[in-house]
């Protein structure tokens, strides 16, 4: 069987759970295409640009965004509805090309923080409702595998041990032996609430050019933007994620739409350990654009900072002078809910499937799946 793996920074580690699922599982063909602090909005991303490819389907996706997924939300960096629109989402792109789904939801190191066990509690719930609903393999998590979850089973608030990591994988394995995971159901929703924009797309005005990115993690074509460069985006929808490259030259750069415009800085103290990290940035106030997003590398300092901050996740000052730096972007995602008709259509939808004849509560029904190879 050929499995995909999309997940965070655990999946990455060399003794993280991937590295041991695939030391554990000889017999199935895994590509593990992780990236550290992201969530399942980029996970989504990752798909829509495998569609957009025609890389063949996999036979069955792992999807490992939940801890991310708390970390973000804890952050204020995403909302519920956002999460629940992306799992959804997710749902469906496998029930239309016929992969098999499990969510692996892990979770941080207990706190004892009451927010951050709210976030912890709230994540997790909605992958589990998203999973029920949609005959979706019960979701695995910490809880399922060790019983309960202790500090001692992290290296810091957000890694697994290796030992724990053993754990994880070795679930996983019995997991997809011992159950029958099936495609999942789709939402019935008949609405993409998610445009994806890759860099090509845009127009481009000033001192801007091309670049190929060829990284372990991360391949793909960036824009790069230097001072009085703007780029045009096509598109409707809130704008909720940029995918971004930072490196010792990225700087501030300007986020616009209409009459509103907003500043967001690409650096990330993450680069302590990444030095050229490729990242999902959120876009925390989401303008909505309507065929007129810009972004841009203004020239004139004082005017630029004189916006009002889109909040960057651990942001840091640009080690390089304002005129000299740069922004390199390879995509942006757009965010249209449906309509509360259509989602309560959906809902609908979803609930009387349940109850059919011959169904068992939310219980799977199999379907055939066509094996393929990922390049």
Known sequence: ?????????NAGLHFGWAAQLQELAPEHSITNRF???????????????MQREKDPAPDLLIFEYALNDIVLLDAGCVRMSLLKDTLVQVVDFCERHKIRLLFLCLEVRP???????????????LYA??????????????????GTVRRDEFLDEHHLTEKASRRVAEYVVATIREKNITVPQASGLNHNPFNCILAREARTEGP?????????????NFLEIARSGVSYWPGQGQLVGLMLRSTQDAGVFQIGVRNRAFRKNAQSKMREIVPKLILLHYSTRRPRADFDLEIAMPAHEAELMRLPNDHTLLDTPSEKPFCEQVLEINGVMLWRRASLLRRGLAALKTKLRSVAPGAAGFAPTTRAVTSNEIR
């Not at 801007?208 to 793909?220: A, K």
């Open 1 to 9: 069987m050929n499995i995909l793996v999309l997940g965070g920074s």
């Open 35 to 49: 990236l550290g602090a992201v969530g399942s909005l980029y996970g989504l991303m990752r798909l829509l640009e």
């Open 129 to 146: 409702r998203v999973a029920r609903a949609h005959a979706v393999c019960q979701c695995v998590t910490l809880e399922s595998i060790f």
């Open 208 to 220: 801007c050019r091309f670049i190929e990115v060829q990284s372990t993690v991360f391949c793909g």
């Open 111 to 125: 706190t004892g923080r009451a927010r951050v066990y709210s976030c912890v509690t709230r994540v997790k719930k």
